[in-house]
């Protein structure tokens, strides 16, 4: 005899709230294009011989580029709604924060202040983007 029990039920996943979906593709598709910025000066100075290592160059413009990647996936995860978005959109922004605070520090203070901006305005989309789906059928 087996003790077959009930399987439990199981949380809905949650969904992105109608008003977080084009501020995460906001949020994400600047911090793409920032990515993409970056890379394109640093193709600029690879041009120039601006640098004293260009294997450190090419490989800075690819982690760049990947990074690219997945912020662009992120964002057309925001426009179409899915709930997977919300969670590197928050722990990335988090991971914004001392980088805002780095450009404080190096007295680039507009700099900072729109990171730190970007970050803050990321990491709350993040948290309160997402709802606990409600299954129309229930009774709550």
């Known amino acids: 005899m087996t003790d077959e029990q009930p399987a439990a039920p199981q949380r809905p996943d949650a969904e992105i709230e109608?008003?977080?979906r084009p501020l995460g593709a906001g949020v994400t598709g600047a911090?793409?294009?920032?990515?993409?910025?970056?890379?394109?000066?640093?193709?600029?100075?690879?041009?120039?011989?601006?640098s004293d290592s260009p294997v450190r160059v090419v490989m800075s413009m690819v982690l760049f580029l990947v990074f690219a990647a997945g912020g662009a996936a992120m964002t057309r995860a925001w426009l179409l709604g899915r709930s997977w978005a919300a969670t590197p959109t928050l722990v990335i922004c988090a991971l914004l924060l001392?980088?805002?605070?780095?450009?404080?520090?190096?007295?680039?203070?507009?700099?900072?202040?729109?990171?730190?901006?970007?970050?803050?305005?990321?990491?709350w989309i993040g948290w309160k983007g997402r709802s606990a789906s409600h299954d129309p059928d229930s009774a709550s």
């Open 18 to 20: 109608p008003w977080a």
């Open 31 to 50: 911090l793409t294009l920032a990515l993409l910025g970056l890379s394109g000066f640093y193709i600029y100075e690879l041009a120039i011989g601006a």
């Open 98 to 123: 001392p980088t805002a605070w780095s450009f404080f520090q190096a007295d680039e203070r507009m700099i900072g202040a729109v990171v730190g901006v970007v970050a803050v305005a990321g990491i």
